[in-house]
């Protein structure tokens, strides 16, 4: 059974960062690029960064370049977002996603399997 699982949401004041972090059991995610999604209250879900097989790639979403930064560990099936300079705005449940596919890694659709995400709360 494939898993992904977030931790590392909470509340924050804004300005700080965050880390959230990505554990995936049932696959080997050196063989699937890994995305980070977000969901805030009454939105669909957005893209916000994902890497390439080696990590040496990254995609972005629509954000303030060097924000948002994602890397994987191979070796311990593990990617990780960061989140610096947190805003009220970035609140939402952030999604870890894993795709096979060569598509648009920018779309939900691409992707194979979802972890149930992690909330994170900004305050002002």
């Known amino acids: 059974q494939v898993q992904l699982v977030e931790s590392g949401g909470g509340l924050v004041q804004a300005g700080a960062s965050l880390r959230l972090s990505c554990a995936v059991s049932g696959i080997t995610i050196n063989n699937y690029r890994m995305g980070w999604f977000r969901q805030a209250p009454g939105k669909g879900r957005q893209f916000v960064i994902a890497i390439d097989l080696s990590g040496s790639y990254r995609y972005y979403g629509d954000f303030e370049k060097g924000r948002f930064t994602i890397s994987r560990d191979n070796f311990k099936n593990l990617v990780t977002l960061q989140i610096n300079r947190l805003k009220p705005e970035d609140t939402a449940v952030y999604y870890c996603?894993?795709?096979?596919?060569?598509?648009?890694?920018?779309?939900?659709?691409?992707?194979?399997?979802w972890g149930q995400g992690t909330q994170v709360t900004v305050s002002p």
């Open positions: 996603a894993a795709t096979s596919s060569s598509g648009d890694i920018r779309t939900i659709d691409a992707y194979d399997y």
